[in-house]
């Protein structure tokens, strides 16, 4: 049987990215002492590997496609300018902590002089992605001392390095450590990837593409619920006019011809309000119900 060997992203994107994979349809068990995570479709081989690492396994064939962020993809390309590059499947916007991009940007101490990235001629600059600060501070032709991070990049300041690089989605952590944005490198979210010979495999094309729609719809059912309610149809310009749909509401006639279905989805965080609306407009019947995926 043809497989596909796809990367799943270890570490901080790993529970959100298998939870993402379960609302598509996929149960990925994850056991701690392996790897190689099982799956509930003999058509995928998975295996674990670090964010900042997959663009390079999918590269060189090791994998035909993965998961990661668009910071490790151009750190990859930054390294590797002559290779044949890794094509992007589809975005999938979706963080650790959200369903919402990343920011990479340069901080410093809140009590630093620092104003702007020329103030930091001849400083060290602490960062986990080295090659994408290099070619950021070369476009600027200001010359700094870039040095790899192993971690906990925000408390090197202002003992360890003069300033850091790092992905922030809220800020909160950045502040909580007394440091100050200056200026954004980069906005980046998870992609598929895969590289031009998975691509030329027309079984592994279909099966990547066939991924890609659930992913994404899984996506786009994220905090979306879908709502029915009956309505006469003397209340249903009063109706329609409280509910705000992904396109328009599907109204379907019932066999009491005074009375029509109405079938909608809307934010879930408006439910609270809309619902008693929905119920002095005329509505009855009314029932909200969970989504998995929205296909668009």
Not at 100 to 127: C, H, N, Y
Not at 153 to 181: C, F, H, M, Q, Y
Not at 276 to 295: C, D, H, S, T, W
């Amino acid at each position: 049987m043809a497989t596909l060997r796809l990367g799943i992203p270890k570490g901080s994107l790993q529970d959100a990215t298998v939870q993402l994979f379960a609302r598509a349809g996929f149960t990925l068990n994850v056991n701690s002492r392996s790897y190689f995570p099982t799956v509930d479709d003999p058509e995928l081989e998975c295996m674990l590997i670090r964010a900042q690492e997959m663009a390079r396994y999918v590269a060189d064939g090791v994998l035909d496609a993965g998961l990661t962020g668009q910071d490790w993809i151009r750190e990859h390309e930054v390294g590797h300018p002559d290779e044949a590059p890794l094509v992007s499947i589809c975005d999938l916007i979706y963080a650790k902590q959200s369903f919402g991009k990343v920011r990479w940007v340069l901080a410093v101490p809140e009590d630093s002089p620092f104003q702007r990235a020329a103030d930091l001629a001849g400083k060290t600059i602490a960062t986990e992605l080295v090659r994408v600060t290099k070619a950021y501070f070369d476009a600027r032709k200001v010359d700094v001392d870039v040095e790899f991070s192993w971690g906990a990049t925000e408390v090197k300041p202002p003992v360890l390095a003069d300033a850091i690089v790092e992905a922030t989605e809220t800020g909160s952590t950045l502040r909580a450590n007394r440091l100050r944005i200056i200026d954004t490198l980069m906005e980046s979210n998870t992609q598929l990837i895969a590289n031009e010979k998975t691509l030329a495999d027309s079984w592994k094309k279909t099966k990547l593409d066939n991924i890609a729609l659930l992913l994404k719809a899984a996506i786009e059912a994220h905090g979306r619920v879908g709502m029915m309610l009956n309505v006469r149809r003397d209340d249903l310009t009063a109706v329609l006019a409280l509910l705000p749909a992904l396109q328009r509401p599907t109204i379907s006639p019932l066999s009491d011809q005074e009375w029509v279905a109405v079938n909608t989805i809307i934010e879930e965080k408006t439910v609270r309000d809309l619902i008693p609306r929905l119920k002095l407009a005329g509505g009855q019947g009314i029932v909200e119900y969970p989504l998995n995926k929205i296909v668009v």
